[in-house]
């Protein structure tokens, strides 16, 4: 019986695995699921066993993918150190992982790469609630950050003396959240067009969201 758990598990594993990267390659409209049951050696009714529908599919992509494949980034924004080096080392691991991780990629850019039409599914909603959800979730770490309250830069009050200006962000830590938002969104979507046209992923590269962040 628990081989049997066991194996019922690769079977969803592998069925999640093969339908990020055809979600990611060939759009969530145009893949059927007996794409995503070819590509992962298996058979359409392996599928139906685990999920209802595509709809159902693409939101156990989501939500198995989003985390997981994310942590290991976020992981860098809350560590130790002065606001400005996690966030700068941050931005520089998004870029990387761009370019040299393809779980991550595939992952942005069906999430923010996805059109949700009429030409959709029925109930595909459910993956945009996913999406909506997992941004309004990073809106509000980096908004959390950037005010000063996740600590490791000298204070957690966001109040700031003369010499902290750095860390306060008092003006508007919202709206640089909110630009650091709109250029992870941004170079998702460009490196699902082309990794290699992604800015440089090093302190060059990340100068200008950065600028823009810390006032």
């Not at 939500?63 to 976020?74: E, I, K, L, Q």
């Not at 508007?172 to 046209?197: E, K, N, R, Y």
Request: hydrophobic content about 40%.
């Amino acid at each position: 019986m628990r081989r049997t758990a066991e194996e019922a598990a690769q079977t969803k594993a592998a069925l999640l695995e093969a339908a990020l990267f055809q979600f990611a390659e060939h759009g969530v409209a145009a893949t059927k699921l007996a794409d995503v049951a070819q590509r992962a050696g298996l058979t359409r009714g392996a599928v139906y066993h685990h999920f209802t529908d595509k709809t159902a599919l693409y939101a156990a992509v989501i939500a198995n993918s989003w985390d997981s494949v994310t942590a290991p980034v976020w992981a860098v924004l809350d560590s130790d150190g002065p606001v400005e080096d996690r966030l700068r080392e941050f931005l520089i691991a998004w870029l990387r992982r761009l370019r040299e991780d393809r779980h991550f990629r595939a992952l942005l850019t069906i999430t923010l790469n996805a059109s949700y039409g009429p030409d959709q599914p029925e109930g595909i909603s459910d993956g945009r609630a996913s999406k909506s959800y997992g941004l309004a979730d990073w809106l509000q770490r980096l908004e959390t950050f950037l005010a000063g309250k996740r600590g490791g830069d000298g204070g957690g009050s966001g109040d700031g003396d003369g010499a902290g200006h750095r860390r306060t962000h008092a003006d508007d830590p919202s709206g640089a959240a909110a630009g650091i938002l709109a250029w992870l969104c941004g170079t998702a979507l460009l490196a699902a067009t082309d990794p290699d046209l992604l800015p440089p992923s090093d302190a060059s590269g990340v100068a200008l969201p950065l600028r823009g962040a810390l006032p």
